[in-house]
């Protein structure tokens, strides 16, 4: 690993995060904080985060993770669109291993999170596992991408998502049983609506020969026998080593501890539990990574997907006893200032003199009671764990100046002292049993895919040629000059 002087300095213990996350709040910006049109920002607390700014830098790709050391990365943070944290999306890497990580797992994959990804240099090889905590277009959005794109770059085997089963409920007008709102028929209908996309680019290879075979994969993950891709409703199954092959693993949301992942090899075990959100079938995951040669030494995080508060979250976060390394739950703003920010106004004060007022807080009342964690309740939610996580991370929360401040107000009447931080999009946290080190990526706005790897022994492609799809009879050919030769260059420039 590439040690700078800079992450010397930053390398602090754990001890010194609350300090960090919570004391280390700056006024404005530093020069590398403009925003993209290149004028600085104003101190607005509505438009900064200054808990980001006063974060130390790290820079994607100059860091092997190290055997021991868990890298989080915060890639979307929001339940809505915006440009500084789109929709929920985090991704997990553990140890080292010979191609990067030893393993490494996305888990949601909200609107716009893509571009993320691509900033942090995370190719699509390393995006093959995907796990959904619940089928809300803000967890799930991106997974277009992912999926289309995968075997255009270097995922040329399939694309495994993991999500609960369906909610059982029952339409009380018709008496219909919602049996097709599950994993398994989101992800077959998702390859339908796909199909003009994998086909048209089927020109190139989207798979390799020495792809390792599903049923190795399902022995070493520890998947349910009969772990398959999703048979296409038109045309052939696709093969199981087909880029766009799409392997559900459905799990029953219902039940608590259930094992969705379990890698020996890799030390990584995943299993979900029931959470409490608008509409039975949503799930959260534990994920406990034993580290190899490590004397039985673990790292745990919960990852909670969208929830009222439950029992069930502190009863896994308390982990029999051991306590977990990072909580990361969601948390919402107040209703009041979800209703007035979407009004347009920068306070509720101002908001109240609106007459779409009421109709606007009592939706964001109705959205936060079927639906989500107040700030009070995620402060209480910590302070009912025994022991205490050792940083506890709210996310899926709109992060500037202004709603920190009254999130940490709302949080510290409850829980005190343990260390709290606010995710947006690009914090990256590295955890070792040692130290949580909180850091912000320094990104290229402006970057591309990362580098593919190549594999040797790619199959054939299904058709000969880029255009063999194609009606070319109104093409205009290249238009030749006097002498023959064409009037501009045929290699794009
Ligand atoms: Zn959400
Ligand atoms: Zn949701």
New binding site residues.
Partial sequence: MKVTRRDMLFRIPALALGGLTLGGMIAGCRDDEKTTAGAPQAADPTKTNSLMSSLPLYYPGTEALQSNEMRISFLGTS?IPRLAQEC?SVFIEVGKGTDGPLDQFIFDVGSGVVAKYNAMGIPFRKMNKVFI??L?G??TSDLTHIYCFGPSGDRKSPLFVWGPSASGLTDPSSGYVYNDDGLNVFCKTFRDMMRWHSESFSFGATSYASCPTLAKTITDWGLPAGTAPVTPTIGPPDGTTEGYAVVPIELNWSTIGGVAYNNPATGVKITHFPVI??RKG?IGYKLEWTIPGGGGKRITVIFS??TKPCYEMINQANNGGSGIDVFIH?MVVPAEVWAAKNLGYADVNSAKSDPRWTAALNYATAVQNS??TSQGAFGYLLSQMTPSPRLAVAT?FQATDDTIASATTSVRNHYPVGDLTFAADFMVLNVTTNNIVLRRAAVNEWAWYPQNKVYPDNNAPKYASPTAQLDLTDEIPTPKDVFGNDTYRTDGY
Wanted: charged fraction near 25%; proline fraction near 6%; aromatic fraction near 0%.
């Fill in positions: 339940p929920e905590t619940h809300h803000d967890h959100h608008c949503s997907g969208d969601e639906s989500h899926h």
